[in-house]
């Protein structure tokens, strides 16, 4: 389904002016908010972070997010590269596929793969929105979900095959049903500025916000999503925005972890009280975290994987 509305999508450049704009006007950040929010401290034990895949040229190199599919491969989408790939347990490249700006890359309740595409600005003329094909077939081939879902990045999908995406510079998650139309009443609902990184957990979905200096974590339940609330801020410093990416749940639906893009950080947040630490730091533009579920030895409740901006992938084991 096309959008009536078309808008070119400047991506990270926008998003870079946006929150230009923002810092000049003191960002969105009350005074009170800033008093209450706490900057997160190191956590009391860190993760130890290698390197998976050696990166490239910075941003030239940008891997931009990541998913298991569950059958011992790593999907990675490359922004800039216009590609599609596909990582084996010891790190080998099994293929790759070709596919203009892909962002947001999930595993649905079908055992498909859906990722975003047309993310990257340079693509905008060839049009956006979101695809999906067969980790299993020995030449993935993308057949088209939706499009004319301008500005779009992150992405998440629900048990009953409901699409969830971001939009980074305008207001309303918007949700797109099995049959590729968008839930317009859902999408005014969920009227969260800004929003990045999406995960579900249970009946919640979690949003981390690039555009907002107060870097907030946001709660939105999806049957209600009018009702959605602020977990956490985490940053007290409107000078200091962590500019927040993309955000997976712990194994077993336990506390999320954020990826801080400006910091290179990744932040843990109990989902019931907000209280966050820096988990592991010395990260290069972090963009996307994930769990290795069905990914050869590696253990979904003691690692995470991490797509950069710089190319690389690093895995994270939690101490």
């Excluded at 099994?94 to 649905?108: C, D, E, K, Q, V």
């Excluded at 839930?183 to 969920?190: N, P, V």
């Excluded at 977990?231 to 990826?259: M, Q, W």
């Excluded at 050869?296 to 939690?318: M, Y």
């Amino acid at each position: 389904m096309t959008q009536r509305e078309r808008r070119p999508n400047g991506h990270r450049t926008a998003l870079a002016a946006a929150l230009l704009s923002a810092l000049l006007v003191g960002g969105t950040q009350t005074p009170a908010a800033a008093a209450e929010a706490q900057s997160p401290a190191p956590c009391a034990r860190q993760a130890r972070t290698e390197v998976f895949r050696a990166g490239g040229a910075p941003l030239l190199d940008w891997r931009e997010n990541l998913e298991f599919d569950g059958r011992g491969t790593l999907w990675v989408t490359h922004i800039t590269g216009h590609r599609v790939e596909a990582y084996a347990p010891d790190g080998t490249l099994r293929t790759s596929f070709p596919l203009n700006g892909p962002g947001g890359i999930r595993r649905g309740p079908d055992g498909m793969m859906y990722v975003n595409y047309g993310v990257n600005p340079l693509t905008s003329a060839t049009g956006s929105g979101v695809v999906r094909f067969d980790p299993a077939a020995a030449e993935p081939r993308p057949e088209k979900v939706v499009d004319g879902l301008s500005g779009i990045n992150g992405l998440a999908v629900d048990g009953e095959g409901n699409l969830y995406l971001s939009r980074e510079l305008a207001t309303g998650i918007l949700k797109v049903r099995p049959d590729g139309t968008v839930d317009e009443r859902w999408t005014k609902a969920a009227d969260v500025f800004g929003a990045n990184g999406l995960e579900i957990v249970g009946g919640t979905l979690y949003a981390s916000v690039i555009t907002s200096t107060s870097s907030p974590v946001v709660r939105i339940p999806l049957d209600d999503p009018g009702s959605h609330s602020t977990v956490t801020e985490l940053s007290p410093n409107p000078l200091e925005a962590k500019l927040l990416d993309d955000l997976t749940a712990l194994d077993g639906g336990g506390d999320l972890v954020v990826a801080s893009f400006r910091d290179g950080e990744l932040i843990r947040v109990d989902r019931d009280s907000g209280r966050s630490c820096v988990l592991a730091t010395g990260l290069r533009t972090p963009c996307s975290v994930r769990v290795p579920r069905g990914f050869g030895g590696h253990d979904p409740r003691r690692e995470l994987f991490v797509a950069e901006a710089s190319g690389r992938i690093v895995k994270v084991t939690l101490p």
